[in-house]
T-cell receptor, first 117, second 115 residues
Framework: AQTVTQSQPEMSVQEAETVTLSCTYD???????LFWYKQPPSRQMILVIRQEAYKQQNATENRFSVNFQKAAKSFSLKISDSQLGDAAMYFC??????????????FGKGTKLTVNP | DTAVSQTPKYLVTQMGNDKSIKCEQNLGHDTMYWYKQDSKKFLKIMFSYNNKELIINETVPNRFSPKSPDKAHLNLHINSLELGDSAVYFCASSPGILGSYNEQFFGPGTRLTVL
């Protein structure tokens, strides 16, 4: 079964600094999608970035980038120039296609990011 | 314009009551989901519907019954509410596995508190 592990329950970073959130996953599939979702105190789930496993190039979205290591099954999120608005829970998620042809997201337990002014 | 909406956003009720949460999406997606986020913030899928048909049911108690009157709506009815049902329930939608854009779009969540 696919599992997603986020080993850092909490992280903190100074404003304008860079922080990296870790995520590892377990799968026997060769093609899949990985996502980072952000959940601020408003509790809205917001997609930050996604990575397609067949693409070797790491995804980037403005200040957010990933380090995707397929062989190591690692998918870390780097936030550059951290801003106060980045403070939130961050969830790593694996998109699993079931045998019946449906899809679901399998989430890690989340990392709470605090940004200090 | 809201993509995935849920009502109500907050729900406080007594044990034993029956309650419903409604979800609507205006994205034209074929697939909709219910996820539960517990007090430790852990998110887990409960159900998935594709074009009104149930396709995922993740060992959820029978007290939970989803209903999809059309592919834009997915409601969740909960009978005989228990303390352990207190959580945030998220509705989500996606184009499904055939869609080229694989993001799941989430609603704002419904915080259910059972007293």
């Amino acid at each position: 079964a696919q599992t997603v592990t986020q080993s850092q329950p909490e992280m903190s970073v100074q404003e304008a600094e860079t922080v990296t959130l870790s995520c590892t996953y377990d799968t026997s599939e060769s093609d899949y999608y990985l996502f980072w979702y952000k959940q601020p105190p408003s509790r809205q789930m917001i997609l930050v970035i996604r990575q397609e496993a067949y693409k070797q190039q790491n995804a980037t979205e403005n200040r957010f980038s990933v380090n995707f290591q397929k062989a190591a099954k690692s998918f870390s999120l780097k936030i550059s120039d951290s801003q106060l608005g980045d403070a939130a829970m961050y969830f790593c998620a694996y998109r699993r296609i079931t045998q019946g042809g449906s899809e679901k997201l399998v989430f890690g337990k989340g990392t709470k990011l605090t940004v200090n002014p | 314009d809201t993509a995935v909406s849920q009502t109500p956003k907050y729900l406080v009720t007594q044990m034993g009551n029956d309650k419903s949460i409604k979800c609507e999406q205006n994205l034209g997606h074929d697939t909709m989901y219910w996820y539960k986020q517990d007090s430790k913030k852990f998110l887990k899928i409960m159900f998935s519907y594709n074009n009104k048909e149930l396709i995922i049911n993740e060992t959820v108690p029978n007290r939970f019954s989803p209903k999809s009157p059309d592919k834009a709506h997915l409601n969740l009815h909960i009978n005989s509410l228990e303390l352990g049902d207190s959580a945030v329930y998220f509705c989500a939608s996606s184009p499904g596995i055939l869609g080229s854009y694989n993001e799941q779009f989430f609603g704002p969540g419904t915080r259910l508190t059972v007293l």
